[in-house]
T-cell receptor
């Protein structure tokens, strides 16, 4: 158990819908990272927050957004969902940038 | 930009030793990570190398050569539970997000 929690574990929704994925980092970790892992692709970095502020952006679509709240938990919002958004979404946290600990992931299925 | 290459799949026998290679190109080197990922599960941290040489941690060792842009993960006394994907990753130049290789799927056979 990495100490990073993610909810929900599974999410099934329809195209065009909007979902919110939630992540609670390890106690004391200020950085939160979001990654997407599709069947045919490796782990792709989406976005990083540090102590409430956006720190780095990767291959994140405009339909996706995220935020980190004062209690350091983070949410990833995915809207206008498409079939291709079906993937595992991982959250990771770290106290020192680089050594990241991953949550169990949310498996999103878009039908 | 950054680029990482790993073999896609490897097969080895229980009790044997296997070496998983990783080559990388990065604009600014800030270390190299290895993660293990079982299917459908979260990646788990195995090792971090920032200096050249071999670092041993139990059955797993990781080697780095910065001049060659090369690393390998060495798994000894293979067990069936070692069947997983092994991901090589490097931090970006800003020491923030990790760029992952596509992973090497290791299958350990009896």
């Amino acid at each position: 158990d990495s100490g990073v929690t993610q909810t929900p574990k599974h999410l099934i929704t329809a195209t065009g819908q909007r979902v919110t994925l939630r992540c609670s980092p390890r106690s004391g970790d200020l950085s939160v990272y979001w990654y997407q892992q599709s069947l045919d692709q490796g782990l792709q970095f989406l976005i990083q927050y540090y102590n409430g502020e956006e720190r780095a952006k990767g291959n994140i679509l405009e339909r996706f957004s995220a935020q980190q709240f004062p209690d350091l938990h983070s949410e990833l919002n995915l809207s206008s969902l498409e079939l291709g958004d079906s993937a595992l979404y991982f959250c990771a946290s770290s106290v020192v940038e680089n050594e990241q600990f991953f949550g169990p992931g949310t498996r999103l299925t878009v039908l | 930009g950054q680029n990482i290459d790993q073999p896609t799949e490897m097969t080895a026998t229980e009790g044997a030793i296997v070496q998983i290679n990783c080559t990388y190109q990065t604009s600014g080197f800030n270390g190299l990570f290895w993660y293990q990922q079982h299917a459908g599960e979260a990646p788990t941290f195995l090792s971090y190398n920032v200096l050249d040489g071999l670092e041993e941690k139990g059955r797993f060792s990781s080697f780095l050569s910065r001049s060659k842009g090369y690393s390998y993960l060495l798994l000894k006394e293979l067990q069936m539970k070692d069947s997983a994907s092994y991901l090589c990753a490097v931090p970006d130049a800003g020491r923030r997000a990790l760029t992952f290789g596509s992973g090497t799927r290791l299958q350990v056979q009896p």
